[in-house]
Every structure is written in C-alpha cells, then in structure tokens.
C-alpha cells in the first residue's frame, strides 16, 4: 500500500497541488494561477505541471495516484468533466486520459466535482467527522454542493448531483455564469459578491474598503470585506450580512428537498466565518418547513481550503469506488 497521493484543487481563480501522507496529511503544497482565460489546453498543462511536482516531492516516487477535484458535472466513472462554470472554452473533457497522457509516469488519476471532493475531505479529516449526514457547501470563485449521506457522496444518476450553486433563490434575479437567472452564486460567488460591495460603496465614502484597496476598487475581494467588517465598518458588515441572508434562503430549499439538518461551509468565502454564518444560522429556520427545524446547524469548516486538496488525496487512496465508508 503506498503512502502518498497527490490531490489538485482545479479552481477558477488558483491552482493548488499537495502531496498528502495517508497518516500524516498535507505534507507539501504549491499554487499556481489558473489562468483559465487561456483556454483548457492551457489549464491542463498547468495541472500536469502542478502534479508533476508534487509526485517529485515523495520520497523514493511511492504515490498510489492523483485525485483532482474540478468544478462543472463529473461522470459516473470519475473520468470526465463537462462545461465547469468559469472556465471559458471548455465542453466535455476526459481529464483523466489527457492528464495522464501529460504525466511522466503511468499513475492513476481519479477526478470528481471539487465540492464532492470538499465534502469527502471534510468527512476523513474536519468539521464532517461529526455527522455521518451533512451538506457541504463550498464558497469560492463558485458555489458548490456536496450531499454525504450515511458516510456516502450522494451522486445522482449520473454523478452530477447537489449543484446548490445554481439553485434559484429569485427566478428573476441575476445571472450565474452557468446562466441560471437568480442563482445562488450570482449573488455569493466570488466576483459577484465583490461587485455588489463596489456597487454599494458609492454611499459609503469614508469606508474603511476604500483604505484597504488603495482606492482601487477592482482589488475588493471577501478578504477585505472580512477586514474591514473586523474594524467595525458599516458597509463591510452589511454587504456580508446580505451574502448570509441569500445562504440561509437557499439551504433551508436544500434542507427542505433532503431532510438532513447539519450543513458544513467551506471554500475562500466561507473566512468571512460569522459574518456571514451568523445571518444565515438567523434566516436559515424561515425558509424549512416547521418539521424539519430541530438540529438545524450550519459549521464552518476549519480546515478552509486544505479540505479540498486532502479529499482529492483520498480520491487517489481509495480509487474510483471512493467514499467515506466507516472512516
């Protein structure tokens, strides 16, 4: 049984690779730019790249394989990726024969949606190891969605389920880059989120975002909302408060459709912690039918995005059957 993996991160925004130890966990990582503009030839030669590297980094080459968790719909064999939000150019790719035609040496090479890939990482290793039941959502340059039900990824029928980033919360509201008008992560996702701060800080001209950015406003990310709301500012706090309002409506739908009560938040996003998760736990109670309000909790996952890569190791780990099993 060999002791390492390699798990990929494929996100829009960055690229991250790690070398993992069955036992130990993360032992080497590495980020690139995705650079996803440039078209997916482009993008997979810098995943090759990524894995490449960090199977140099084990010792004595002993690595059972690489797990790469990718955003858009997986197919049932974990081979294929098909139309990933924010990735320009890209239709139906086989990821696994065009990656391992890239690689230096014969491994296997597994791939499943990046959020399944969260979920099960947060199943072996963080906040999930409390439930065998939860919803995963991840919070990112995206939103994604994992469903681990009694310590299985639930799949759909043709591995493509719980996309909650393109669940409706306002069928006139506007567009996610997958196109579905009103759609969570038009409202959550990354950019989007960024953008309604700019849009509302033309009344807030002694924001403390102003000071953060330089004045540039094009470089507010979360991460300056996430400052700035920590030196009490007004609209900082209220841009975020708005984000966990639209998350609680859209996991009281998913809490509604499933009936599983315990949902772990994770991705870049979720470091806004309980700015956001504050005002979604407040709203999260009016939007489940009133049988299924008992237990209700949303978890922030503490391992932030190292959760992802360590399910993309356990990916490679376990082969294509993968799941959390009996941890």
């Given at each position: ?12 925004t960055n690229l991250k690779g790690a070398l993992v130890d069955r036992e130990e966990g993360l032992l080497e990582r590495t980020q690139y730019a995705t650079e996803a503009d440039q078209g997916p030839e482009h993008v997979v030669d810098r995943i090759g790249a990524i894995a490449e590297e960090m199977v140099a980094a084990a010792p ?268």
């Open positions: 049984m060999k002791p390492y993996a390699v798990g990929v991160d494929l996100g829009g004595n080459s002993s690595v059972a394989g690489v797990g790469i968790g990718a955003p858009g719909a997986v197919n049932w064999n974990r081979t294929t990726v098909s139309r990933p939000p924010n990735f320009p150019g890209w239709e139906t790719i086989n990821l696994q024969s065009v990656l391992q035609s890239r690689l230096d040496r014969d491994l296997p090479v597994i791939v499943e949606n990046d959020a399944n890939v969260a979920g099960l990482g947060s199943a072996f290793y963080g906040t999930g190891q409390r439930s065998d039941s939860f919803i995963m959502v991840t919070l990112g340059t995206g939103v994604g969605g994992a469903i681990i039900y009694q310590n299985k990824i639930f799949r759909g029928s043709t591995g493509g389920a719980a996309e909650i980033g393109h669940m409706t919360i306002d069928y006139e509201g506007p567009f996610a880059n997958s196109g579905v008008s009103g759609a969570i992560e038009g409202y959550l996702g990354q950019e989007f989120l960024a953008q309604h701060a700019r849009d509302r800080l033309v009344n807030y001209p002694d924001s403390a975002v102003h000071d953060l950015v330089d004045g540039d406003l094009e470089q507010i990310t979360p991460r300056t909302l996430y400052e700035a709301a920590n030196q009490e500012d007004e609209l900082a706090r209220e841009v975020l408060e708005w984000a966990g309002h639209k998350l609680g409506c859209v996991l009281g739908s998913a809490v509604n459709l499933l009936d599983i009560r315990t949902i772990v938040v994770g991705g870049g996003v979720s470091a806004a912690g309980d700015y956001i998760l504050e005002p979604a736990r407040a709203v999260l109670p009016r939007f489940v039918v009133p049988g299924l309000r008992e237990n209700l909790r949303i978890l922030r996952e503490e391992l932030g995005n190292e959760v992802s890569l360590l399910g993309a190791a356990r990916l490679a780990f376990e082969g294509e059957q993968a799941q959390v099993g009996s941890r």
